[in-house]
């Protein structure tokens, strides 16, 4: 009887041991210098610098065109913003077709504004390539 309660203090002897050493990796209470904090400090390096390896984390940069939506905006010089929309945005029509697809593309970007002139800019082939807009807030 006296072997088999040694055994069984053993046991939650060991568990409890390894209980409190569980513990203490995960507070962190080993001082500097002790093989303990080396083997956790070394853990550490691994994980940061193989998991990228191992782990897909999804973190690429989103690929981005910096001209999405195809409008480039400038001042003018004159405290006042030109527009510069690509022509593939416009659909070719006449002058109130072609005002109100710039409308389009520009009131959500600047919010509500009237269209004061506007230039078709052409390719050396004489192409509408973009269209320059000058508009004033409503």
Same mark, same amino acid.
């Given at each position: ?42 853990? %550490?390096?691994?994980? /940061?610098?193989? #998991? ?6 999804? =973190? $690429? ?47 959500? %970007?600047?919010?509500? /504004?009237?269209? #004061? ?6 390719? =050396? $082939? ?13």
């Amino acid at each position: 009887m006296g072997l088999r309660a040694a055994e069984a203090d053993a046991q939650p002897a060991t568990a409890n041991r390894l209980w409190r050493t569980i513990k203490s990796f995960i507070f962190w209470s080993y001082e500097r210098g002790t093989v303990q904090y080396d083997i956790m400090v070394t853990l %550490i390096l691994i994980f /940061v610098f193989f #998991s990228p390896r191992l782990i897909n984390f999804n =973190d $690429r940069p989103v690929q981005r065109n910096p001209h999405s939506t195809g409008v480039v905006v400038y001042p003018d010089g004159q405290g006042e913003f030109i527009y510069q929309v690509d022509s593939r945005a416009v659909p070719a029509g006449n002058d109130f077709a072609v005002r109100a697809a710039l409308l389009r593309v520009i009131e959500p %970007i600047s919010g509500s /504004v009237s269209i #004061s002139r506007y230039e078709a800019v052409t390719d =050396d $082939r004489g192409h509408v390539v973009a269209y320059k807009v000058w508009v004033q807030r409503e």
